[in-house]
């Protein structure tokens, strides 16, 4: 990131208890994977790529994921192409999956199927209070899309990457635990987006404060809803006036 106040300001408000905590085997296959994939001073070929991936993969299975990234970086996706792509996740997302396959299940030959739905399968649609922020910040990325890459300098298959993982939650919907659990390989190029996206408005005055307090809100919100949702999983009980 060339932002590395902003940036750490980003890891520490939304990822770090969850992925340096909570979830350590894929928090590190996470970092360590974008750092040799995504890195522009690091230029591996096709081959090494691949063999990262498995590596990562006998780490954590959901490292797997990154050749799907891969496949979009050479693959040339633009805006166009990737507007089209979340079109499809959000289509995808309306479809019933989970009573579906309580339906195949009947027949005998997909009745495995149905132990591979997690408890936490969950209704179709993307307008829930889980969605909508994501699809928010989809539209943000998507309607600044060209200006990230042309003059913040941001890497193509570092936005593409961000917007597909966003776009695998809605593919996923069925299941809130694997959906999330896949999207984060792209949501944490946040790290590096948000602030190059707070930036582009830097020789605004106006629009740079307003967007500035909206950066810093936004991560103060993400940050108390962290340690508030780490403390009712530990079982610490305790009270304040920001976070219950």
């Known amino acids: 990131s060339d932002h590395i106040l902003e940036s750490y300001l980003d890891f520490f408000s939304l990822f770090y208890f969850v992925w340096i905590f909570s979830a350590l085997r894929q928090g590190l296959v996470l970092v360590l994977g974008l750092y040799l994939l995504m890195n522009r001073r690091i230029s591996l ?24 990234f891969i496949l979009f970086e050479y693959l040339n996706v633009d805006r166009r192409k990737m507007t089209y792509l979340i079109l ?15 339906w195949l299940v009947k027949i005998p030959i997909f009745s495995r199927i149905g132990s ?15 969605s909508i922020p994501r699809v928010f910040l989809i539209l943000v990325i998507l309607w600044h899309y060209d200006p990230l890459v042309s003059k913040a300098k941001i890497q193509p298959k570092i936005v593409n990457a961000y917007l597909l993982g966003l776009s695998l939650y809605f593919f996923l919907r069925f299941d ?11 949501y944490f190029l946040a790290v590096i987006i948000f602030p ?39 079982g610490v009980q305790f009270e304040g006036r920001l976070i219950p």
């Open 45 to 68: 070929k096709l081959w090494q790529k691949i063999v990262v991936i498995l590596l990562l993969s006998l780490i954590h299975r959901t490292a797997l994921v990154y050749f799907v």
């Open 196 to 234: 190059a996206l707070l930036h582009l408005y830097s020789t605004k005055r106006r629009l740079m404060i307003f967007a500035f307090l909206a950066f810093l809100a936004f991560n103060s919100l993400y940050f108390m809803k962290e340690i508030s949702t780490m403390a009712s999983q530990s």
């Open 116 to 130: 591979y739905l997690g408890a936490d399968a969950t209704s179709w649609g993307f307008w829930d209070s889980k």
């Open 88 to 102: 499809l996740s959000f289509l995808v997302s309306m479809i019933a999956i989970p009573e579906l396959i309580q």
């Open 176 to 186: 809130v635990l694997v959906g999330s659990r896949v999207a984060i390989y792209g």
